[in-house]
Nanobody, 125 residues
């Protein structure tokens, strides 16, 4: 079992920045493809960004492309989401997710094995 823990959420004004982090206690993430999802109030959870286990390939949803950057530091066992130029519509609970040893032909992975509890991001106008 992998327990993912997100941090870094908070309240920020529109145009500001936040950096989210996700780590796993007691388990290395270096063999996992990782992703960020988000769920806004009253909406379904949606894909935001993903990164391969080695960090050599990324994917972004159209709504965040060019503003958010996913990255990972396997030495620190941590996944990041740098969020710049935040908009009120980015307000959501952000979740990290992990997929073990993904070798599928499609990218990003369609399914994930483990999920964090989420961290709230609120962007005020």
């Amino acid at each position: 079992q992998v327990q993912l823990v997100e941090s870094g959420g908070g309240l920020v004004q529109a145009g500001g920045s936040l950096r989210l982090s996700c780590t796993a206690a007691g388990r290395t993430l270096s063999r996992y493809a990782m992703a960020w999802f988000r769920q806004a109030p009253g909406k379904e959870r949606e894909f935001a960004a993903a990164i391969t286990s080695g960090g050599d390939r990324e994917a972004y949803s159209d709504s965040i492309k060019g503003r958010f950057t996913i990255s990972r530091d396997n030495a620190k066992n941590t996944l990041y989401l740098q969020m710049n130029s935040l908009k009120p519509e980015d307000t959501a609970v952000y979740y990290c997710a992990a997929r073990w040893n993904y070798l599928g032909s499609s990218w990003p992975p369609p399914l994930y094995d483990y999920w964090g509890q989420g961290t709230q991001v609120t962007v005020s106008s």
